[in-house]
């Protein structure tokens, strides 16, 4: 996971449980693809964390939405290149939890 001192994105909204302003020098971005950025962001003020999903697709258009997480980097990092979950996954998953 690449981190980045300043993000193209000076404001990157509140946190959504106390409301602090997220400062973009604690954002990482996570994944660059065309013109959706995909960014963690953690409260300093209480230590929540989001996942952000930025989408700059015009000129002076910035469109973000925000996921509450509970993941901190380390299991970003950890999970990030695992394979997708499949529709046997979640089969397998529901047959175990059905015994």
């Not at 996921?67 to 901190?72: A, F, I, R, S, V």
């Amino acid at each position: 996971m690449k981190r980045q001192s300043t993000l193209d994105y000076k404001f990157l909204g509140n946190c959504p449980i106390c409301s602090s302003e997220f400062n973009g020098s604690y954002a990482s971005q996570i994944e660059k693809v065309d013109s959706v950025q995909t960014i963690y962001v953690e409260c300093k003020k209480c230590g929540s964390s989001v996942v952000l999903g930025v989408v700059k697709n015009m000129p002076g258009l910035v469109t973000t939405i925000g996921m509450l997480t509970d993941m901190k980097q380390k299991d970003i990092k950890r999970i990030r290149n695992l394979p997708p979950i499949t529709p046997d996954d979640v089969l397998e998953i529901h047959k175990y939890l059905e015994q």
